[in-house]
Structures are given as structure tokens and as C-alpha cells.
């Protein structure tokens, strides 16, 4: 049986035992909900003046020097979560610490946050791990949370994307570094709509996003957005 099937059969349980029974809010711990409505309303959020296509904070909505100089092959980003204090805490708990009992808490949170809802894909297409991470971690983190939207607002999620090659961790990388350890990683198969929105965790630098949605663009998608739980600032 391999090493991650244990772990990841008792983070389920864990996560269906916390939904079923909650012990209390995992950020105050007040009684009730697993994240609840006083803590949801404090995550961190974006500020409403960003650039309209990577979501950087900035003073005004005009597209951001960076985006100007090399437009990315993503029409736009679309969260209203901040990647700071606590949600930064509780995604990589998730991420890294099996914590799947975060999923539906973090997915609700992202769901519930938004005063005016983005013009919906046809189809979600979660970010892809290679089959060895995925057996080190258990669980795309992507998919969880591509299903969770998808399933809430009637969008299809398409598993269309495929990483092709076991690149090595974009942390500490250069943009330049990044793009070239991503140069090819990715791979599409079968069709897709015209109008799609790749799903990840964390928007950071943008170099995934930009490069899945160069190879979606080249697959025949038109537009392709990107949802996303938090943004880096």
C-alpha cells in the first residue's frame, strides 16, 4: 500500500468527522461552525482598487507596469482573498499539512465572499500535479477546490490538463527561472470550450497560471481566467 493512502484515508475521516461533529471555529474556537462568520469576515481581503488582469493592489484599476510590459495569456484573476495572516496560515495547513477538515471551510469562505460574482466559465480546469507529488501529498488541492465551485455554480470541471514533467518547486525560482522550469510541463487533452478558468490555491508570481493558459490558449480556448483562494501581495 503506498506510504500516502493511510495518511490521506485519515485526513477524510478527519475532515468528514469535523463536518458531521465541529468542535468549533479553527481560528477563535468559538462553538459551532468550523470557520465561523465573525472569523470569514476577517479573512484577509484584496483592496478594490487592483490591476484588472493579475489582481495586483495598486491606486487605480488601470492594467499594472508589469502587465503592460508582457501581457499574460490570462484575461484576468479573479479572488477576493489576500495570501496574508490568518488565511495564509490556515491554506498551508491544507496544503502541506494534510489538513483536508480546511477544504470546506476554505471553499465556502472563497464562495460566500463575493459582493458581485465573475462572468462564469464553461468549464473549470483545476491546476495539475505530477503523479508523484500527488502521491506524496494525497490530494490536488486544485480539484478539491475546482469541484467545490463547480459543483456550486453549475460549472462542469474538466481534468483536461496534464503534467507531463515532475518540475521542481517554483519556490525561491526567478520569473525567468520559473518559466523555464515550467517550459513544457504541461500537456491538454480532449477538447474544451472556448471559455474556461484554471484553478489553483495561491496566485503568486503568475508564471503557472501564464503558462497553462498559453498551452489552454493553444488547445483553442479563447479565454481562459483564473480563480484562485488567495492572492500573494
Not at 493512502?5 to 485519515?10: E, I, K, V
Not at 468527522?17 to 465561523?36: I, T
Not at 500537456?187 to 474556461?196: E, N, Q, W
Request: proline share 8%; net charge positive; aromatic share 6%.
Amino acid at each position: 500500500m503506498p506510504e500516502s493512502l493511510p495518511r490521506l484515508l485519515s485526513t477524510h475521516l478527519a475532515a468528514l468527522r469535523d463536518w458531521v461533529f465541529p468542535e468549533g471555529c479553527r481560528l477563535c474556537g468559538a462553538p459551532g461552525a468550523a470557520l465561523c462568520a465573525q472569523c470569514c469576515a476577517e479573512l484577509p481581503r484584496l483592496a478594490a482598487t487592483r490591476c484588472p488582469i493579475c489582481a495586483r493592489p495598486q491606486a487605480d484599476t488601470s492594467p499594472c507596469g508589469a502587465c503592460q510590459r508582457q501581457v499574460p495569456d490570462f484575461a484576468a484573476v479573479h479572488t477576493p482573498f489576500a495570501y496574508a495572516a490568518p488565511l495564509d496560515g490556515a491554506i498551508q495547513a491544507w496544503k502541506f499539512g494534510g489538513r483536508l477538515d480546511w477544504t470546506l471551510p476554505l471553499t465556502d469562505a472563497w464562495l460566500n465572499a463575493w459582493e458581485q460574482i465573475p462572468a462564469l466559465p464553461q468549464a473549470l480546469i483545476p491546476v495539475p500535479l505530477h503523479r508523484n507529488r500527488l502521491r506524496e501529498r494525497g490530494f490536488n488541492q486544485a480539484a478539491l477546490l475546482a469541484r467545490r465551485w463547480g459543483r456550486a455554480w453549475g460549472i462542469p470541471v474538466r481534468l483536461a490538463a496534464r503534467r507531463q514533467r515532475d518540475t521542481a518547486h517554483q519556490v525561491g525560482l526567478k520569473a525567468e527561472e520559473r518559466r523555464q522550469n515550467l517550459r513544457d510541463a504541461f500537456r491538454i487533452h480532449g477538447p474544451l470550450p472556448a471559455h474556461v478558468a484554471i484553478v489553483d490555491d495561491v496566485f503568486t508570481t503568475g508564471t503557472t497560471a501564464s503558462v497553462l493558459a498559453e498551452t489552454l490558449r493553444a488547445a483553442g480556448c479563447r479565454q481562459v481566467d483564473v480563480w484562485v483562494l488567495a492572492r500573494a501581495l
